[in-house]
């Protein structure tokens, strides 16, 4: 992967950051402080940072509304809305997960406490629907509702990530429901809802939630992968973090029911009852790769980026956006973090 970020997400963050924090500055101060140091804008005490997000779903919204509409500016509401949905999952993830480090930084809950952490994300879920129900341009109502089904989608996929961690039967069917509902759902809704704001006919919405649903799950596969073999320095986040926690994420889920020597044996290290220790990670993780889980959700994965790219020319003619679209979507799947 290249280290030079696409047009689109610098613009991306050129537009939606000062609406982000106008939003965000209607806030208690208190919960303000914990959003402003979640979204990397200051430090633990308060002082400027200068830091951020990628911008990956604030640009998919603006880019597939630039793909119907010469004004895409319109959609900036429904890009800042999408943005604080992500960011009230990843607060809340954390918690639940117990994470400790997000952005090579301490996660909120860490640095603020558990319950300033849980308000800070219920005070993001709800400046989204305000904010577009604020919006004086576009469907704001039909946004809001699009909006709304995503969360009710990544809830289940939650609640289900949750339940597979008590269960040793879970299945890749059942593991690739789970990432579609958890992941793919707030993507495709990325990728529609920007079209949708600015009153694109339905089936030209329909294509690119498709778009946003193939690339979804190619973005989940790829996280999968990082989860396991991502460079702790690039991600910010642990060495083998998912089977530290016993995740079952779709490349475990299929090591684990592939019916191979490996996955016996991973079975075996996922049923101890104390924790892994450090060469018993290292073990598991090349299980997973003995078992060929490695490859199938490499393999998988392009083949839900090419599924992805087949929407696009259904979607829009505008050269300028696919091509931008397909940018953006390469470099989600080839990254590092």
């Known amino acids: 992967m290249t ?3 696409p047009a689109a997400l610098t613009a991306a963050r050129t537009a939606v950051d000062p609406e982000l924090r106008k939003v965000i500055g209607k806030l208690d101060p208190d919960t303000r402080g914990v959003c402003e140091y979640h979204f990397g804008w200051t430090n633990a005490d308060g002082s400027p940072n200068g830091g951020g997000g990628k911008a990956l779903r604030p640009a998919l919204v603006l880019l597939s509304a630039q793909a119907v509409a010469p004004n895409g500016a319109q959609a900036v509401p429904a890009a800042a809305a999408v943005e604080l949905v992500h960011n009230f999952s990843l607060l809340h993830d954390d918690l639940l997960d117990g994470d400790t ?3 090579h930084r301490p996660t909120a809950w860490t640095v603020f406490g558990r319950p300033a952490a849980l308000l800070a994300g219920d005070a993001l879920l709800g400046l989204a629907t305000e904010v577009l129900l604020d919006s004086t341009s576009g469907d704001a109502i039909a946004s809001a509702r699009a909006l709304c089904a995503a969360v009710r989608s990544l809830i289940a996929g939650q609640n ?3 339940d597979f961690e008590h269960r040793a039967d879970v299945t890749l069917d059942e593991c690739l429901h789970m990432a579609d509902e958890k992941t ?7 990728t529609s809802i920007g079209a949708l704001h ?5 089936e030209t919405v329909e294509r690119l939630h498709a ?7 190619a973005f989940q596969l790829v996280d999968d992968l990082l989860g396991l073999w991502g460079d702790p320095e690039v991600t910010g986040k642990p060495v083998l973090s998912d089977l530290r926690a016993r995740k079952k994420t779709v490349p475990i889920v299929h090591a684990l029911t592939s019916g191979t020597e490996a996955g016996r044996r991973l079975g075996e290290l996922y049923g101890k009852e104390e924790p892994l220790t ?3 990670l290292r073990e598991a993780a090349d299980m997973v790769r003995r078992a060929g889980s490695q490859q199938w959700t490499q393999d998988e994965c392009e083949r839900r980026l090419a599924a992805a790219h087949q929407h696009l020319p259904r979607a829009t003619g505008n050269a300028e956006a696919i091509e931008s679209l397909t ?7 080839r990254r590092q973090r």
């Open 101 to 103: 480090s997000r952005r």
């Open 198 to 202: 600015v009153g694109a006919p339905r």
């Open 278 to 280: 450090e060469a018993e």
């Open 211 to 217: 778009f946003g649903s193939e690339l979804g799950m």
């Open 3 to 5: 280290s030079t970020l």
């Open 327 to 333: 940018e953006l979507a390469e470099f989600i799947v």
């Open 184 to 190: 793919s759902a707030l993507l495709a809704c990325s």
């Open 160 to 162: 289900a990530d949750l």
